[in-house]
């Protein structure tokens, strides 16, 4: 089974794709970068969302074309980390937590495949797949990880930061953790057929929470995390069940067609 890992800000040189060929991949919805590597003695490619260097802001990020370059090299599941704010104060900076469901606030961004004469509705009940995110929590009890089981994370627009009085309400709306690139991104591998997981690293509190860090610190958090991550990746490949989940039937039509020529 092919497989994809997905990072953001302070994951750009996870160790299994170290020195691995950058490959440019061309869809009818733009170009993705990929890096093709191997976990778990299958074939992953590894796709950082603002690119290596961090050039891209979560906004004008191509999360159509990263969606449909992983389809077309056969990507069948994502593990995707995503750095996030803190909202619950219990939830220290470090804290990794398995996401279950998506509040999505962002604005103007390409969210779906749908065409004229090809609308695709997506069932978005359980936004991650439950069985690639049952493997990541095995994967973490087996390495005896410590990691949150459920969290609901909130999708800002970017690339500011939310205000205390944004945060409030979300807390109120019940999100757990707060970024601004797990959608589309979500909702996109699931119309290309994409088994997603997606662990969130509290890298700060958010805005009113606490004191909350500065970018330094953020950065910190995260190297520390990597190498959690770097262990957690290969033992989640083994977890992974045979290739039977029903997360394969969303695949939108518009994809599915290009992908056919």
Avoid at 41 to 67: Q, W
Avoid at 238 to 260: F, G, I, T, V
Wanted: aromatic share 8%.
């Amino acid at each position: 089974m092919v497989l994809a890992v997905i990072s953001g800000t302070g994951m750009y040189d996870l160790a299994p794709f170290r020195g691995a060929e950058q490959q440019v991949i061309a869809t009818p919805w733009g170009e993705a970068v990929v890096y093709e590597g191997c976990l778990g003695g299958e074939a992953c490619y590894f796709l950082p969302r603002h690119g290596r260097e961090h050039k891209l802001p979560p906004h004008l990020i191509n999360y159509r074309a990263n969606a449909a370059a992983l389809a077309y090299l056969g990507v069948r599941a994502a593990f995707s980390v995503c750095c996030v704010g803190g909202i619950r104060e219990e939830w220290a900076p470090g804290t990794m937590a398995v996401l279950d469901q998506f509040i999505d606030m962002t604005s103007g961004r390409e969210s779906s495949f749908s065409a004229a004469g090809a609308v695709v509705h997506t069932d978005m009940s359980a936004p991650y797949c439950p069985v690639a995110s049952a493997a990541l929590l095995r994967a973490a009890k087996r390495l005896q990880l410590p990691v949150e089981e459920k969290a609901c994370y909130i999708c800002t627009q970017g690339p500011r930061f939310e205000t205390p009085a944004e945060i409030r309400a979300f807390r109120n709306w019940g999100a757990d953790v707060v970024g601004m690139t797990g959608v589309p991104e979500a909702p996109l591998l699931r119309e290309a057929g994409i088994c997603l997981n997606s662990l969130a690293v509290i890298a700060n509190y958010a805005a009113g929470v606490k004191s909350g860090l500065v970018a330094e610190d953020i950065d910190g958090v995260m190297a520390e995390a990597q190498a959690d991550i770097e262990r957690l990746l290969p033992v989640w490949a083994y977890e992974l069940p045979p290739d039977n989940c029903s997360c394969r039937n969303a695949l939108a039509k518009p994809l599915q067609n290009w992908l056919n020529k």
